[in-house]
């Protein structure tokens, strides 16, 4: 039992040295992380590719956010760090776009000191949505108020646009336009043979 306790020991140890992974540290400066939590991924060019370690608020009210990346980040100039919501149900995630040396014709240079980094913060949009609608509620109330007034009035056949809807004369009308039509092309092809003969007979003359 005691072989088997050394062994099993030695076994769980060796099994974590060879698990550990070595990590890169990497700063990234928010101006809201908006309920980031260590513990969330981070993603590099869509890839799981570290953690969140340690978040502090400084003094400028800002957020620095540090990570552990499994692997040593090459950035350029035109890099991007967005901190976004992981779906629709909550949790946060940072995806890192590293960019590249050329884009539309024009050459970025390589970051060299990737020690504190700049990112934003894609707002939730259904907070925003939220957001909008109590920043214009009166306005929105408004709207409302006279869209019912609007449907009130054409329902009560006021105005031009409710007699049109409301009233049957219109359907009346628009069934003899109809039927006038219908006659004037039957009279057309009526004397067509008519027309024809006599441009005929103009013709030999």
Known sequence: MAAMAVLGYFTILRGELLERKEYFPVSIIFED??????????????????????????DDSRVLVKA????????????????????????????????SPEADGVYYSRVEDTGVLDGYTIG????????LIDENRENIALTLKNIREFTDKINSGKGTLGKLINEDTIHADTGQLIKELRDAVED????????????AALTAF
């Open 33 to 58: 992380v908006e309920g980031l939590v260590i513990g969330d991924k981070v993603l590099v060019s869509g890839v799981v590719s570290g953690t969140v370690e340690k978040i502090d608020l400084m």
């Open 68 to 99: 552990a990346l499994f692997r040593r980040l090459n950035l350029y100039e035109n890099y991007r760090i967005a901190l976004k919501n992981q779906s629709a149900l909550g949790g946060k995630i940072i995806i890192i776009f590293p960019g």
């Open 124 to 131: 939730d949009p259904i907070a925003k949505i939220s957001e």
């Open 188 to 199: 057309s092809r009526e004397q067509a043979p008519v027309t024809s003969f006599i441009r």
